[in-house]
């Protein structure tokens, strides 16, 4: 059974006030699970508390956008995921295109963080996408390949069921392009069948689509037979948006 979930990533958005109310009006709509929809909210660290507190007792679940794979120890400016558990994260996001291509991450780093993370009991959303230089040159593919191949390397099968990926082509973040139902479809049926072939769980992996995703074009895009959710950057930071994402979610679910 797949998990289908609406997950909003705040980036390095909100300060502590305006993220707690923002959590607080989520918080409010989702306040016991609907309609098998499983609601995520992944604010910038300091805020993780705060918002934690405020999301409690809701059905919104809390996750962080990054983790470092080492155990407590002198890494100044990282946190440890054993800090995240402690602060109530469930989830986090491991290789998200933006520290890929800004922060430099590589799927050798990627991967070690996304083992540290499910051997700590979290839940991994492992971001995978193509640039659109790749996509021109027909290269989709086998650049999704490589990423899912550096994340997976080395999980075991049971931690491989405590995996979700999401699907974010760069070309459609943050740039109001998002793929079109059937281009995201085309490449979610890619990614599950990269994923039968890496692990007998692959029926309970489910795969999110990200990418100017918004109230919008959400139930189009959450029709579509191999996406099983949305990590949302920006119309996660406005309630009524990321509301109506969650309700066009519980449609599909
Ligand atoms: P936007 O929804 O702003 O395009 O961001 C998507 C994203 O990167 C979520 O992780």
Known sequence: MRRFLIAGNWKMNTLRQSGVALAGELAAVAAHEEAGVEVLVCPPYPYLLPVGERIGGSAVQLGAQDVYFESPGAFTGEIAVEMLKDCGCRYVLIGHSERRAILGETDAVINRKVRAALAGGLTVVLCVGELLAE???????????????????????????????????????????????????????????????????????????????????????????????????????????????????????
């Open 135 to 253: 996509r021109q040159s027909g290269q989709t593919e086998e650049v999704l390949d490589r990423q899912m191949e550096g994340g997976f390397s080395g999980i075991s099968e049971a931690e491989a069921a405590s995996i979700v990926v999401a699907y974010e082509p760069v070309w459609a973040i943050g740039t109001g392009r998002t793929a079109s139902p059937e281009q995201a479809q085309e490449v979610h049926a890619v990614l599950r069948a990269q994923l039968k072939a890496a692990t007998s769980h692959s029926d309970r992996i489910s795969i999110l689509y990200g990418g100017s995703m918004n109230a919008a074009n959400a139930a189009q895009l959450l029709a579509q037979p191999d996406i099983d959710g949305g990590l949302i950057g920006g119309a996660a930071l406005k309630a009524p948006d990321f509301l109506a994402i969650m309700a066009a979610g519980s449609v599909s679910a």
